[in-house]
């Protein structure tokens, strides 16, 4: 099976990249949302990364614009899939609002299409029995800006259809990614394994008082070689997915989950400092102080 329709569901700052990324690489796409209002801030993003793309050197004006074109937007999510190969999800990352978005999907969705969630912690087997395909659905995790950070992290799950898999990565070949094949369950998959208990680290030493954000980028890059910090890094990501995990596990009684939780919450969501998608987190972009020549000095 070749991917030439794809819908992605949920045009957050990860859904909508996804959304332009394909669009660029000449998919026909289809962006859902729940209501006008998800829809318009989805099509403030998708300008923004016009810019982006341009300024990055991505792409030209022309190639750019021909990719917004190519996306169609609607609350309908009937209409939306309704000649979707492939519906990548990239819903909130709370389990009950993916379950019930899988039991309306399967309800109108083709046959012929496969379900791909980009869940950043989650796992198949959490999520698949609220499909009607298990052998058609996977997860497609991708980076934050990926159009420079350009993995595809692909995880089956037990019953995932050898086809389905191979047709998942040729698809991410195709929008100019990297497969990172996962051939068993993963919470976290390769990168969120590493960087999740490496961003609380980093986020329970600002917590605590021991030391400022920007000293521990300012450790880390300077004690590593590394081109930025961990900080940065959560610039990057964008507080909504880490403040719902941290949270999450707070709420499982994990006290220094919930401390990390209380502090994205008070110095960015409190804030809106959204990191570099609005231009403001623990640094001001788009001349963020970390590639000043005194920084690290």
């Known amino acids: 099976m070749k991917i030439k329709n794809v819908t992605i569901a949920g045009t957050g700052v990860l859904g909508s990249q996804i959304a332009f990324q394909s669009a660029f690489k000449g998919f026909n796409v289809s962006i859902y949302d729940i209501n006008d209002d998800a829809l318009e801030k989805a099509n403030e993003r998708l300008i923004v990364l016009k810019g982006r793309y341009v300024e990055d050197n991505y792409g030209t004006k022309e190639e750019v614009d021909n990719a917004y074109n190519r996306i169609s937007q609607y609350t309908d999510l009937a209409k939306a899939v309704e000649h979707a190969d492939l519906v990548i999800e990239a819903v909130p ?150 403040y719902n995990l941290y949270k999450a596990w707070g709420d499982q009684g994990d006290e220094l989950s919930a401390k990390v939780a209380a502090w994205i919450k008070s110095e960015y969501l409190d804030k809106d400092r959204m990191g570099t998608a609005n231009g403001k987190g623990v640094y001001d972009y788009p001349n963020p102080a970390y590639q000043t020549p005194d920084f690290l000095k």
């Open 93 to 242: 990352e709370l389990l009950p609002i993916k379950q019930d978005f899988y039991t309306k999907l399967s309800a109108v969705a083709n046959e012929k299409t496969i379900f791909a969630s980009n869940s950043s912690t989650m796992t198949p087997s959490q999520i698949v029995d609220f499909t009607d395909r298990p052998e058609k659905y996977l997860h497609l995790h991708f980076a934050n800006e990926i159009w420079k950070l350009n993995i595809a992290e692909i995880m089956k799950h037990e019953r995932t259809s050898d086809e389905v898999f191979e047709t998942i990565i040729e698809f991410a070949k195709d929008i100019a990614m990297i497969p990172i094949l996962l051939h068993k369950e993963q919470p976290g998959y390769v990168l969120n394994t590493l960087l999740v208990p490496f961003l609380k680290a980093a986020m329970q030493l600002a917590a605590d008082g021991v030391a400022d954000p920007k000293v521990v980028d300012k450790t880390w890059m300077i004690s590593t070689g590394a081109p930025i910090g961990p900080f940065a890094f959560l610039d990057i990501i964008g507080p909504n997915t880490p």
